[in-house]
């Protein structure tokens, strides 16, 4: 980045941080970084904390908590800018929150959003490639993700923590940069003993302790042990953290079902990495159709456009090793043609043809209409994202979870004619009903 470039993203976020009298010191404040599961982590942490009693604020790539008061996040930025961190942890200080949780990604950290925020804890997910275009090359990327270890460790707070992800090879990069930080932890599968992995859900030990999710995939196994590892390390008793992560049901736009009692299951997700895409899919592993089983019947836009090439063709190798069906359509294609970014993600389908259907909501609509008992339809790519970005910055507003249930329920009516929906309504985010 240009050193004027860098002197006014650094000199607007002292500013900000003088305006709002730097309120990361009178706060606790927790942040989560890595490729994936940033999101999950900070719910499932803020779950657990309020589980046990504490008043938090959370910023993530779905929302802003303060409180019991929540918000969705339309910013389609998982870490806004122009001082947006520093008026929010002021919030949450006024408001008399104890903890914020706050997803911090290599994009802000380019743009020293994480300045002069002082940290008390990180949480460090995994690591892959990811925004490559954005920062060079895959080692500035770490080094972006990095500097926010290194902000922790020039933090004033005191008895700092750092969790790692054991099991992955990038943890070591990030103990070495948080440097003198006083507690350091990593987490590992093997931390939850024996596990069972199902398509309904999650059973783990914690601690010696049973525990159970509703969340399914290892993915989200991952999730839950990061959050609970930093959960035990700021003193939270092992009851509350197994509590919490029973009660917790799901998660937006992360393996969200649709259920209108359809006899097929209808799931929409966020993921838009290769790693992220594979396994995701995995969850949904099904018979080989042409023995008569059931089907994975897939939708993806593969990547947005102007950003990440790379990763298109082999998004496309992938739904063409998981899913009988496939639906390319478009996604978030800013100023490229998005017929070439649905052409780059086709060529990375050879055992079959796909769909081409370029309008998401079509393409959404021809997925249920292929469903029959047994079937899976996996939606991936938005997840909670509030818009599909086209040219010139035009925003759409969109929901792919709103869509989805509204071609599903007029799938069945027209399945159905004169039936009634007695289906469930959904829930609120991240809590089972009483």
Known sequence: MPYLRRTYHLFLAF????????????????AVTGTKGKSSTTELLNAILEEAGHKTALSNTIRFKIGGESEPNLYKMSMPGRGFLQRFLRRAVNAGCEYAVIEMTSQGALLFRH??????????????????????????????????????????????????????????????????????????????GPY????????????????????????????????????????????????????????????????RGQGFEVVVDYAHTPDSLRQFYGVFKKSD??????????????????????????????????????ILTDEDPYDEDPKK????????????????????????????????????VLITGKGTDPFIMGPHGTKTPWSDFRVTKEELEASLKRRNPGSRDTSPRQEIPGRRSA
Request: proline share 4%.
């Open 15 to 30: 500013a900000a941080a003088v305006v709002c009298r730097f309120p990361s010191r009178r706060i606790k404040v927790i």
């Open 115 to 192: 300045k002069f925020i002082e940290l008390d804890g990180l949480i460090f997910t995994n690591l892959s490639p990811e925004h490559i275009e954005a920062h060079g090359s895959y080692e500035n990327y770490l080094d972006s993700k990095l500097d926010i270890a290194r902000q922790l460790a020039a933090s004033r707070k005191n008895s700092r923590l750092l969790v790692v992800n054991a099991d992955d090879p990038e943890s070591g990069r990030f103990l070495a940069a948080a440097g003198p930080t006083e507690k350091k932890i990593g987490f590992s599968l093997e931390d939850s």
């Open 196 to 259: 069972e992995i199902k398509e309904e859900g999650l059973s783990f030990a914690w601690n010696g302790r049973p525990a159970s999710s509703s969340l399914s995939g290892r993915f989200n196994l991952y999730n839950i042990l990061a959050a609970a590892t930093a959960a035990k390390a700021l003193g939270i008793g092992d009851d509350a953290i197994v509590s919490a992560v029973s009660k917790f049901s799901y998660i937006p736009g992360r393996v969200q079902k649709v259920e």
């Open 289 to 326: 159709p042409a023995d008569g089983g059931p089907k994975n019947i897939c939708v993806l836009g593969g990547t947005g456009g102007g950003r990440d090439s790379w990763k298109r063709a082999e998004m496309g190798r992938i739904a063409d090793e998981n899913c009988a069906d496939i």
């Open 341 to 376: 970014i649905v052409e780059d993600v086709a060529k990375g389908v050879t055992r079959k043809k796909p769909a081409i259907i370029m309008d998401r909501r079509e393409a959404i609509r021809e997925a249920i209409s292929r469903a029959r008992p047994g079937d899976s």
